[in-house]
């Protein structure tokens, strides 16, 4: 247990770091939460002093402080609630919420006792910290409950209420000024809470969080009307538009009812700038920047991870609400004019540019754990929001952090790898970091680093060449062959991550050699025919696009391929059938009949038709070319098969 020393108290100042990036916490709970950071706070110098002890630690005091990590996790998860959570939630389950937070508490308290100070060489100053820590953890059990029961009764009996039901007005303004509900920011933000409860849920909400979902849009109703004043552009993303583009007064005209495909799937109003995302998916462009800048990589309907934070305009949905809006004579929607992708400015506060040039000056410094410690702070500040990850490169953190991917610690590489990833995010860091030279040292670390450390590698691979140019920097500088052993050899994550790197740097035909020869035909269909078939998705739409090269073409008929991709034709989902039939149609070709005619053995003909009847558009298409071929083959063979006066009839006297 003692090798396991170090580690457990980086991570257990790493978390300490983490609790302490939560600037505020929502009414409801914030003094509680704001004591429990503050006092959590305390124990960093603790965590150090125990770290630069030399002498083994006792077995108790180790047991000890596994049981505090295991406790710390547990308060930065509920700490992360307080800060990012529904308000309305916080408040209706309030009893739930304070059970976790005196839960946590205890097991804080308990880990903490368990400690054996007498025996731990620490100073003096640290053991009365921790002994003024312990003791307000005692306190803090006897404190008595002051929540607003006022605010609680309000919003129970608005959540019991049916929906026909007229609420009080006074009952919703009290609601929306305690609950500080009374801005498109707080409503926006409220909105993201639910919905990001909702995606935790699996997709399966529940009653509850519909209701609150209900509850909040009597609200956003109650303070877009009650305030007159709002200003315009305020008004305008809390409202649903109406024929003049303002709330109507005529309480006898009735909104027409906005179809559900034009509504935003977070926001649910109607979508003024729709975007596509990676997975197909379309949202409002605003709502889903601030989903994605927000640390959320996932795609908030579908819950698939996104492959790319490029978001590309829907002018087909646009054109569809616009007619509609007409139809139904509503002014239709306008385009915010900052929609279009824009150089982005920093706006951090000065003390946050102080705190970053303190950690840039430690990676500067020289000292290995100065230079750990300010890379894994770093990481965690670009994890957190757009501005930071701004601000970080506009300090000049880049270079630095290029330079500790070459670094023997196998930790500050994962933080500076890492680092830059999240760095990435932002389509403007992505040309400095490429131009810092950041490509080998990423490659390095994908070869050589801790497993963790490889899967960010790829996935900052991955972020970098969403940008074209930078398909042939990353594909010229040797990182293909070590993605190929990524995904066969990775966790499950490191094969994704392996995995959707591949797919978008093949997508440059320069690209496609380097992986076949690297050997990525082979493992691609080992993870097809894996039990599972947890990578069936990502293994088939790589085929797809290796299939089109001639080296692709070949190693993937090697491969005996064809049974697998009859199977999946038949029995797959709607996209895998698509892909499986694309790679079909490279490889029967039509001067080359032999994966044809194994395919019509193996009974491909019936799911064909199928396919061309129910698939997808591009599914239809290729199953089409497919069964044109077929048939073809078929016509042919009847005619080998057809006796010599069939085949050449000759002419008869009269």
């Not at 709330?247 to 909104?255: I, L, M, R, V």
């Not at 790319?308 to 385009?335: D, F, H, M």
């Not at 996935?459 to 969403?466: E, I």
């Not at 097809?528 to 990502?538: K, S």
């Amino acid at each position: 247990m003692e090798e396991e020393r170090g580690p457990l108290l980086e991570s257990l100042i790493e978390t300490v770091n983490d609790i302490s990036c939560f600037s505020d916490y929502r009414c409801t709970v914030k003094k509680q939460f704001c004591n429990l950071a503050r006092r959590l706070k305390l124990l960093t110098p603790l965590f150090e002093e125990i770290k630069e002890i030399k002498d083994p630690i006792p077995t108790q005091s180790m047991k000890a402080l596994v049981a505090l990590k295991q406790a710390l996790l547990s308060a930065k998860d509920l700490l992360r609630f307080g800060n990012e959570g529904s308000k309305i939630y916080l408040v209706l389950e309030r009893e739930q919420t304070m059970n976790k937070y005196h839960e946590v508490t205890a097991q804080l308290e308990q880990a903490l006792a368990e400690l054996s100070y007498e025996k731990l060489d620490i100073s003096d100053e640290v053991k009365e910290q921790v002994e003024l820590v312990l003791a307000q953890f005692i306190r803090a059990k006897s404190r008595a409950d002051t929540s607003d029961s006022e605010l609680y009764d309000d919003l129970l009996s608005l959540y019991n209420m049916s929906n026909e039901l007229e609420t009080d007005p006074a009952v919703l303004r009290r609601l929306a000024e305690k609950l500080h509900l009374m801005g498109i920011t707080d409503l926006t933000q409220e909105s993201l809470a639910l919905h990001e409860m909702v995606t935790c849920s699996g997709g399966d909400p529940g009653e509850s969080i519909e209701k609150m979902s209900m509850l909040l849009k009597k609200i956003k109703d109650f303070v877009q009307t009650e305030n007159p004043n709002m200003e315009a552009s305020v008004k305008e993303r809390i409202n649903f538009p109406s024929g003049s583009g303002q709330a109507s007064t005529d309480g006898n005209h009735k909104a027409p009812v906005i179809p559900d495909d034009f509504r935003c799937p977070i926001s649910l109003e109607l979508m003024k700038d729709p975007v596509i995302v990676s997975t197909g998916q379309t949202y409002e462009r605003s709502c889903i920047e601030k989903w994605i800048e927000a640390g959320h990589m996932t795609c908030p309907k579908t819950q698939q991870n996104l492959n790319s934070s490029a978001l590309t305009p829907n002018y087909v949905l646009r054109s569809l609400i616009a007619q509609w809006c007409e139809s139904n004579g509503i002014k239709p929607p306008k385009r915010p004019n900052n929609s279009q992708p824009s150089k982005t400015a920093s706006a951090c506060s000065p003390a946050e540019r102080t705190k970053i040039e303190i950690l840039l000056r430690k990676l500067t410094s020289g000292n290995p754990e100065d230079q750990r410690s300010a890379a894994g702070e770093i990481r965690l500040l670009a994890k957190r929001n757009a501005d930071n990850r701004v601000a970080i490169a506009e300090a000049g953190a880049i270079p630095l952090l290029v330079g500790l991917l070459s670094k023997a610690d196998s930790r500050t590489q994962e933080h500076a790898v890492t680092a830059l990833l999240n760095l990435s995010i932002c389509e403007d860091n992505k040309g400095s970091i490429v131009s810092s030279g950041a490509v080998p040292g990423i490659v390095h670390v994908l070869k050589k680093g801790s497993m963790e450390a490889r899967e960010n590698a790829a996935a900052t691979l991955f972020s970098l060449s969403v940008v074209d140019e930078n398909k042939v920097t990353i594909g010229g500088s040797g990182a293909i062959p070590p993605l190929v052993i990524l995904l066969s050899e990775g966790t499950q994550r490191g094969k994704k991550d392996a995995a959707t790197a591949l797919f978008n740097l093949c997508i440059y035909q320069g690209n496609k050699g380097k992986a076949i020869r690297a050997g990525v035909v082979p493992t691609l269909m080992q993870l097809l025919t894996e039990p599972g078939g947890t990578m069936v998705d990502e293994a088939l739409a790589i085929l797809a696009i290796l299939a089109s090269h001639p080296e692709g073409k070949t190693a993937i008929g090697s491969a005996e391929a064809v049974p697998v991709l009859v199977e999946v034709i038949g029995n797959g989902s709607p996209r895998n059938k698509e892909n499986a039939a694309a790679v079909l149609v490279h490889l029967c070709h039509s001067a080359d009949q032999q994966y044809l005619t194994e395919a019509k053995e193996l009974g491909v003909m019936g799911p064909l038709v199928d396919l061309a009847q129910n698939g997808t558009d591009r599914g239809k298409r290729k199953a089409a070319q497919l069964l044109d071929r077929m048939s073809r083959l078929i016509e042919q063979q009847k005619l080998i098969l057809a006796p010599p006066e069939e085949q050449s009839p000759t002419a008869t006297d009269d």
